[in-house]
T-cell receptor, first 111, second 115 residues
C-alpha cells in the first residue's frame, strides 16, 4: 500500500517557471525524501528532510515538511528542460521501518 | 565507486515460468531493497535484506522471494509467472543504518515482460 501520495499526478510548465509538487502521507515518519526518475531508469535521491526539520534547500530545490498536516512540498525554481522527469516522495515510517514511495508526479518542462 | 548493478536489463518470459533477477549493491552497503514499479501502482515495496536476513517484507504473494549472499549481492525470484508480474523491478542499496535517515541508491532496473 502507498504511504505517500503526490499531487498533482502530472504537471506541465514553461521553462524558467517554478514547479511545485506536494506529498501527503498517513503515519508518523522519521524522515521524508524526494527522488527523481528519468524515463524507465532508476531513481536518484534529491533531498532528505527529517521529522524535526521544517524546510531544507539544495541548489534550486526547496523542500518543506509539515508534520501536523502530514504533508511535504518540493519546489523546483527556474525550471530547465533537464528537470523533465517523475518525482517521488518516500517516507521512512517509525512504525514499520520500511521506505515507502508514492505514485509520483510527472513533470514536463516545455521549451 | 561502482553504482548498483542489476542484471539482466530486459527479460521476456511466458506465464508459468520462473525468473531470477540479480542485484549487486554499492561496495560497503549491507542493505538491499527490492521494488516493483508498474504504471498503475507506482513503486511497491517487495522486501529488504540486511546482512543476509530479510528485515522487511511487503504485501506480495509467496511466489515472490529473495535472498542475500555474504557479499551483500541479492537475488529475487518470481515463480509461476503471471501476466500481472510484468513490471520494472528496481533494486536499491543502502548502508542499512536507519537512525540518521537512509538514502537509497537505485540500479537501472530489470524490465520484465510476461507473455
Amino acid at each position: 500500500s502507498q504511504q505517500g501520495e503526490e499531487d498533482p499526478q502530472a504537471l506541465s510548465i514553461q521553462e524558467g517557471e517554478n514547479a511545485t509538487m506536494n506529498c501527503s502521507y498517513k503515519t508518523s515518519i522519521n524522515n521524508l525524501q524526494w527522488y527523481r526518475q528519468n524515463s524507465g531508469r532508476g531513481l536518484v535521491h534529491l533531498i532528505l528532510i527529517r521529522s524535526n526539520e521544517r524546510e531544507k534547500h539544495s541548489g534550486r530545490l526547496r523542500v518543506t515538511l509539515d508534520t501536523s498536516k502530514k504533508s511535504s512540498s518540493l519546489l523546483i525554481t527556474a525550471s530547465r528542460a533537464a528537470d523533465t522527469a517523475s518525482y517521488f516522495c518516500a517516507t521512512d515510517s517509525n512504525r514499520d521501518d520500511k521506505i515507502i514511495f508514492g505514485k509520483g508526479t510527472r513533470l514536463h518542462i516545455l521549451p | 565507486k561502482a553504482g548498483v548493478t542489476q542484471t539482466p536489463r530486459y527479460l521476456i518470459k511466458t506465464r508459468g515460468q520462473q525468473v531470477t533477477l540479480s542485484c549487486s549493491p554499492i561496495s560497503g552497503h549491507r542493505s538491499v531493497s527490492w521494488y516493483q514499479q508498474t504504471p498503475g501502482q507506482g513503486l511497491q515495496f517487495l522486501f529488504e535484506y540486511f546482512s543476509e536476513t530479510q528485515r522487511n517484507k511487503g504485501n506480495f504473494p509467496g511466489r515472490f522471494s529473495g535472498r542475500q549472499f555474504s557479499n551483500s549481492r541479492s537475488e529475487m525470484n518470481v515463480s509461476t509467472l503471471e501476466l500481472g508480474d510484468s513490471a520494472l523491478y528496481l533494486c536499491a542499496s543502502s548502508l542499512g543504518s536507519r537512525g540518521e535517515g537512509e538514502k537509497l541508491f537505485f540500479g537501472s532496473g530489470t524490465q520484465l515482460s510476461v507473455l
